[in-house]
């Protein structure tokens, strides 16, 4: 489908019915940086692809959305913080730029999701110690571009490193996979809604040496069930 060079990897996939629509591909980088390019810009794609953002070394893309130009977006690292602003802060470029800080990050930090949020959902976080909640999307303040953020779940010894930050409704359900290769389902109603400044409560217990490292998001019904073969290690 694509031709990649050594080391690439697809990081993200976006449904689009047009590029003649308006709108933009908004992008965010682990390293905190945050670009947004009109969604014209990809018209007419090449087997090698078009470039879209240019990386910083050491850098990679993390999340991308389709926004209408006046979204507000989060971006959530894995030292428990989010930024929550309006993508208005972020003027258009063109492919071949580099993008604009989206968060203030410390030393070792890193972004690990771009959600674009409704405020009647919430948002789910996940420790790599087997920790999560979910907090309401309107308890989280909104900042300005490039802030450090506001705390997603307070992190500590007993929770370790945040891993997974997801927008969640009622229905929705999660598998959790962790280094050993357990993979856990879980109802996102059994988990739960808790104030954003916590800790959050257990939702896989782990064995030792065993940490969390990714989470999906699924929905079964009778139109869509869960592959047998996951049902099985389920």
């Given at each position: 489908l694509i031709q990649l060079d050594e080391s690439e990897r697809i990081?993200?996939?976006?449904?689009v019915e047009t590029f003649d629509a308006d709108g933009y591909v908004f992008m965010a980088t682990k390293n905190g940086v945050v670009k947004k390019t009109p969604l014209s810009d990809f018209k007419l794609p090449r087997k090698s692809g078009k470039r879209a953002i240019k990386l910083d070394l050491n850098d990679e893309l993390v999340g991308t959305s389709i926004t209408s130009g006046s979204n507000d977006l989060m971006l959530v690292s894995d030292a428990g913080k989010a930024v929550f602003f309006n993508e208005k802060d972020a003027r258009p470029l063109g492919r071949d730029t580099r993008g604009v800080k989206g968060i203030?990050?410390?030393?070792d930090q890193s972004v690990i999701s771009l959600i674009m949020p409704d405020n009647n959902n919430q948002i789910l976080t996940v420790s790599e110690n087997g920790f999560g909640k979910r907090s309401k999307v309107d308890q989280f303040r909104k900042t300005k571009r490039g802030a450090k953020g506001v705390i997603a779940m307070q992190l500590s010894e007993r929770n370790g490193k945040l891993i997974a930050a997801n927008e969640v409704t009622e229905n929705d359900q999660v598998i959790l996979i962790s280094n050993k290769g357990t993979l856990v389902r879980t109802k996102v109603s059994e988990i739960s809604i808790i104030g954003r400044n916590t800790q959050g409560v257990r939702v896989i217990k782990l064995k030792a040496n065993?940490?969390?490292?990714?989470m999906a998001l699924?929905?079964?019904d009778e139109e869509n069930p869960l592959p047998e073969q996951i049902k099985d290690d389920l």
């Amino acid at each position: 489908l694509i031709q990649l060079d050594e080391s690439e990897r697809i990081t993200s996939l976006l449904n689009v019915e047009t590029f003649d629509a308006d709108g933009y591909v908004f992008m965010a980088t682990k390293n905190g940086v945050v670009k947004k390019t009109p969604l014209s810009d990809f018209k007419l794609p090449r087997k090698s692809g078009k470039r879209a953002i240019k990386l910083d070394l050491n850098d990679e893309l993390v999340g991308t959305s389709i926004t209408s130009g006046s979204n507000d977006l989060m971006l959530v690292s894995d030292a428990g913080k989010a930024v929550f602003f309006n993508e208005k802060d972020a003027r258009p470029l063109g492919r071949d730029t580099r993008g604009v800080k989206g968060i203030t990050l410390e030393k070792d930090q890193s972004v690990i999701s771009l959600i674009m949020p409704d405020n009647n959902n919430q948002i789910l976080t996940v420790s790599e110690n087997g920790f999560g909640k979910r907090s309401k999307v309107d308890q989280f303040r909104k900042t300005k571009r490039g802030a450090k953020g506001v705390i997603a779940m307070q992190l500590s010894e007993r929770n370790g490193k945040l891993i997974a930050a997801n927008e969640v409704t009622e229905n929705d359900q999660v598998i959790l996979i962790s280094n050993k290769g357990t993979l856990v389902r879980t109802k996102v109603s059994e988990i739960s809604i808790i104030g954003r400044n916590t800790q959050g409560v257990r939702v896989i217990k782990l064995k030792a040496n065993e940490l969390l490292n990714g989470m999906a998001l699924t929905i079964e019904d009778e139109e869509n069930p869960l592959p047998e073969q996951i049902k099985d290690d389920l």
